[in-house]
């Protein structure tokens, strides 16, 4: 069983960064789909950012050119890196694993359930 643990999360003024941290407890994974999701209270749950074992990226046209998703394989860490950060990024956002595949298909960038683990999220608050 494969457990994901997320950190990094907290209160930022608008226009400030963060980066989110999610720790695989697989020691080596060759083949995977990782990315991001959040969910703010009453909204349903968004997809952020992905990233797969062949180094290709996805984000959400609200991230665009402001979050960057990478990946460190040597120690099984996926992050996202959040930069001028407005107040509707406030969310729980949550990291996501599925090693089945090797190359992220759409319905990773949309669908949640698509993935096999979960970590328990993280909180991001950004203050204006």
């Known amino acids: 069983q494969v457990q994901l643990v997320e950190s990094g999360g907290g209160s930022a003024q608008a226009g400030g960064s963060l980066r989110l941290s999610c720790a695989a407890s697989k020691s080596t994974y060759r083949s995977f789909c990782m990315g991001w999701f959040r969910q703010s209270p009453g909204k349903d749950r968004e997809g952020v950012a992905t990233s797969d074992s062949r180094g290709s990226a996805w984000y959400a046209d609200s991230v665009k050119g402001r979050f960057t998703i990478s990946q460190d394989n040597a120690k099984s860490t996926l992050y996202l890196q959040m930069n001028s950060l407005k107040p509707e990024d406030t969310a729980m956002y949550y990291c996501?694993?599925?090693?089945?595949?090797?190359?992220?298909?759409?319905?990773?960038?949309?669908?949640?359930?698509?993935?096999?683990?979960w970590g328990q999220g993280t909180q991001v608050t950004v203050s204006s």
């Open positions: 996501a694993a599925d090693f089945s595949v090797g190359v992220c298909s759409w319905w990773h960038y949309y669908r949640w359930d698509r993935y096999n683990y």
